[in-house]
């Protein structure tokens, strides 16, 4: 019962890409614009290649 209790920050960003970054990695994220400071659990990557960048998209969840 006491984790039903327990809000769980969830949400997603996009940045530079980074090769190492898949689902069940854990890493530090400090990023202005959404807010998010601490560490996450990465859900769920999608990566992308256009005219030599690599970018990402990340659904992360909170590391209590």
Do not use: C, P
Not at 12 to 29: M, N, Q, Y
Not at 37 to 48: A, V
């Amino acid at each position: 019962l006491k984790q039903l209790n327990i809000v769980h920050e969830q949400g997603s960003i996009s940045t530079i890409g980074d090769v190492e970054a898949r689902s069940g990695r854990v890493l530090e994220v400090e990023e202005a614009n959404s807010g998010f400071k601490g560490t996450y659990e990465i859900l769920s990557s999608n990566h992308t290649l256009s005219n030599a960048i690599h970018l990402m998209s990340l659904d992360l969840k909170v590391v209590l």
